[in-house]
């Protein structure tokens, strides 16, 4: 059970980083908004444009903490 709890952890961190990466990187909110939905389609998951920017904020604000 500990070791799932290390990957769980790891996998945890990992999507954190990736979603910091993602949302500092130096790029036009409207230009980065429209990358993680046409990333998200690709894995088959279907956001509308006031679903994206909820998820963003979310995101965003976990960062923050």
Known sequence: MKGL??????????????????????????????????LLKKKGIDFSDDEVEQLVRQISAQIED
């Open 5 to 38: 709890s290390v990957l769980y952890a790891f996998l945890g961190g990992a999507l954190v980083g990736c979603a910091a990466a993602i949302l500092f990187a130096p790029e036009k909110g409207e230009d980065l908004r429209a990358r993680i939905k046409e």
